[in-house]
């Protein structure tokens, strides 16, 4: 890999945008085209493919076929593969040293990126809600093509009926091979939906419930899900989070954690 050193070139404000891109969607093109206006050079950080395993994802396409896709796309100056061997990409970013790290709209604070400790370190100035908001996500679109796209909208005449809500942080259920039937005979629904992305329509609907245990689901970090559901349900409604085996109950912003 070529090393790219973006304080050396004087003349270049070099502006770094990551991502999986498994596939690439037309909410990539508009991070790329937002992100790329943001200085004179756009360089592609590519999560490997031991980072897609680490995810959890669908091994949709390999690395080398993703990156062949992004070098063929308008704007983007290099594609560099991820040298990082966690989900993150702290090491290729202080490698690459770019003026900026451009986040997309799932994105929007500093507590939310695990990169934000390194770009402090190499002064690199972090740019928020890049390209608007997350209109679709690699994985619906796998998801839809296998079939499996499950109805965001609860049904208002199954309201009644609920006794709880599961809330699915990008598809964990199906990733991990829990059994959804099993989940709505049990009186349940679940909705999947995407970090920052609860919907206010469906945070409406949320709130009317009256006396729902809310269960969101999530693959990692999942503290971090709090601020995105109670920002949008409120009425001290009790939540159960689970996360690695673990079941987290909050209620306002109190949290227990049981082993």
Same mark, same amino acid.
């Given at each position: 890999?070529?090393?790219?050193?973006?304080?050396?070139?004087?003349?270049?404000?070099?502006?770094?945008?990551?991502?999986?891109?498994?596939?690439?969607?037309?909410?990539?093109?508009?991070?790329?085209?937002?992100?790329?206006?943001?200085?004179?050079?756009?360089?592609?950080?590519?999560?490997?493919?031991?980072?897609?395993?680490?995810?959890?994802?669908? !091994?949709?396409?390999?690395?080398?076929?993703?990156?062949?896709?992004?070098?063929?796309?308008?704007?983007?100056?290099?594609?560099?593969?991820?040298?990082?061997?966690?989900?993150?990409?702290?090491?290729?970013?202080?490698?690459?040293?770019?003026?900026? &790290?451009?986040?997309?709209?799932?994105?929007?604070?500093? &507590?939310?990126? !695990?990169?934000?400790?390194?770009?402090?370190?190499?002064?690199?100035?972090?740019?928020?809600?890049?390209?608007?908001?997350?209109?679709?996500?690699?994985?619906?679109?796998?998801?839809?093509?296998?079939?499996?796209?499950?109805?965001?909208?609860?049904?208002?005449?199954?309201?009644?009926?609920?006794?709880?809500?599961?809330?699915?942080?990008?598809?964990?259920?199906?990733?991990?091979?829990?059994?959804?039937?099993?989940?709505?005979?049990?009186?349940?629904?679940?909705?999947?939906?995407?970090?920052?992305?609860?919907?206010?329509?469906?945070?409406?609907?949320?709130?009317?419930?009256?006396?729902?245990?809310?269960?969101?689901?999530?693959?990692?970090?999942?503290?971090?899900?709090?601020?995105?559901?109670?920002?949008?349900?409120?009425?001290?409604?009790?939540?159960?989070?689970?996360?690695?085996?673990?079941?987290?109950?909050?209620?306002?912003?109190?949290?227990?954690?049981? !082993?």
């Amino acid at each position: 890999m070529e090393k790219i050193n973006a304080k050396e070139e004087k003349k270049q404000k070099v502006v770094a945008v990551s991502g999986y891109f498994n596939p690439v969607h037309k909410g990539h093109i508009s991070l790329f085209k937002a992100a790329r206006a943001l200085g004179d050079k756009l360089v592609v950080i590519l999560n490997n493919d031991a980072q897609v395993k680490l995810k959890g994802s669908c !091994p949709f396409m390999a690395q080398k076929d993703r990156k062949a896709v992004l070098e063929a796309i308008e704007g983007i100056s290099e594609v560099v593969i991820s040298l990082d061997t966690d989900r993150t990409v702290c090491k290729t970013l202080a490698l690459i040293k770019p003026d900026i &790290f451009a986040n997309g709209g799932d994105r929007r604070e500093m &507590f939310d990126i !695990p990169e934000t400790e390194v770009c402090k370190q190499h002064n690199i100035e972090m740019v928020f809600n890049v390209g608007g908001g997350k209109a679709t996500s690699s994985s619906w679109l796998i998801d839809k093509a296998k079939g499996n796209v499950l109805n965001q909208e609860i049904p208002e005449e199954k309201l009644k009926k609920l006794k709880m809500i599961v809330l699915d942080s990008d598809g964990v259920c199906v990733e991990r091979g829990t059994n959804i039937k099993e989940i709505e005979d049990n009186s349940a629904y679940r909705i999947e939906f995407s970090t920052g992305m609860l919907s206010l329509d469906l945070a409406e609907k949320l709130n009317r419930l009256k006396k729902h245990l809310i269960v969101c689901i999530s693959s990692g970090r999942a503290l971090m899900y709090l601020q995105t559901i109670y920002s949008r349900v409120i009425g001290g409604k009790s939540i159960l989070m689970a996360e690695n085996g673990n079941l987290i109950l909050t209620k306002g912003k109190v949290s227990q954690l049981f !082993p």
